[in-house]
């Protein structure tokens, strides 16, 4: 369908995302963009909703935008034990993966015809063959950091000279070509590194799928990640990748402002720079023992601070109350320090308080994408998969510190006086604080007029047009 000049063709896209805040939350801040460049989009959302959280953020976002229609995909049930997986969300990927057949007669009933889709890099291999069939294009978005990207393109080439499904083999680090700096075997997702598993299947088919998609949009750019998507946009590293388009950072939605508590009042009292936000997004629980450690760290700082405690996987299971959490005595302590919640709060908006000096973070790449817009200098307190190659970026980028002599979730339970001192580190630090307020500015540079996000999707559309 074209316009009267001929200039701009109707654009229908259908957006699929897979599950977890940190997978939706891109997905919808890009809706955002794309309405905004005159597309027509479906949500698809896929049933039952893992948490609470993503279940009011897609009724506030269809509510916001109410020329996006939403099309519900019910999944085929799948019992856990099949699936060999207790992550409820990375048990919706699968379960995602196994009903991708059923998106055949939702999509070709979409009217007008779809112009493209962009589905979850999760779900890639899974669905690109129903795309195929369709002759529907499709591109993913990666809602990680292109280093990651680099990994996952490459993964098939290390993993298919390691036969023997042992990790040993993998040898110390794993350089990618083009990539500056090698990643250590030590931070790479620890179900990856058996070749066998069943993660590692999903992960190796997904990877092999790439060269079926498209193209690849990432929530990053250059400030952030220079190199990285230097080689992959130019294509020096791998044969056979499809188009990059680095569209990040995706920005949120005024929708997005919901939550219960606000600690905003709070930040206005507090001093310029002198509150450390704590956040670990929201799928990453940790043990009373390490909380408790955590809090006390937090005390010894002699910072303020907000944090947001979370202990169950699942939003709609946490049960129990900051004093079972804590114990009495610390939570008195901890509350005459700062703030502590175990509610959704609006991070962003936290992140964006000039009182806000510093980011203990899990380094989910959604909170690098924030802290790096915000020029926020980040303690970097990897818990479990992508998270410990993301600390990298930042360590890398010299704008935080990437704790890996902390380990991964459950290694050890690391002592609330290391804590405080590499809370004083990061709080102390002029350097950080600096190089963090030049990518802000990059950050801002990436998103203004005829900036790289804006052209990246003209880029996306001219791609498309060359598939029709
Ligand atoms: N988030 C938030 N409030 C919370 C917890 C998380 O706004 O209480 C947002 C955060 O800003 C980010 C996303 O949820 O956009 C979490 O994604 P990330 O990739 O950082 O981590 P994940 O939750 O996937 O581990
Ligand atoms: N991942 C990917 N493709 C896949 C599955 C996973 O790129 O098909 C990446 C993604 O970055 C994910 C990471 O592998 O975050 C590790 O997965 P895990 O579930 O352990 O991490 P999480 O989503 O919890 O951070």
Redesign the pocket.
Known sequence: MSNSDGMHSHRHVALLPSS????L??FLRLAGSLISQRCQVTLITTHPIVSL?ESQLISAFLSAFPQVSEKKFTLLPLDPLTANCNDPFKLQWETIRRSAHLLSPLLSSLSPPLSFIITDMTLMSSVVSVTANLCLPNYILF??SARMFSLFAYFPSIAESKTDGGSSRFGDEIRVPGLGSPIPVSSLPSTLLDLNSFFTKNFSDNSRSIKNVNGVLINSFEGLEKQSLEMLTVGKAMEGLPPVFPVGPLL?LEF?GQ?SFSPLKWLEGQKERSVVYV??????PMSKEQIRELGTGLVLSGYKFVW?V?SKVVDKEEDESLDEILGQELKEKVMNNGLV?K??????K??SHKAVGGFI??????????AAWHGVPVLGWP?H?D?MINAEVIEGGGWGLCMKSWGWVSDIVVKGEEIGDRIKELMGSETLKSTAARISEEARQAVGVGGSCENMLKELFQSWKKTE
Do not use: D, Y
Not at 361 to 370: I, T
């Open positions: 977890g805040m940190g997978h939350l891109p959280a809602t990680t949120p997005e939550s956040s670990f997004g929201s799928r990453t947001v979370k919640v509610e959704w709060v609006n991070q962003w936290i992140l973070s899990h380094c989910g790449w959604n909170s690098v994408v924030e818990q998969g998270q």
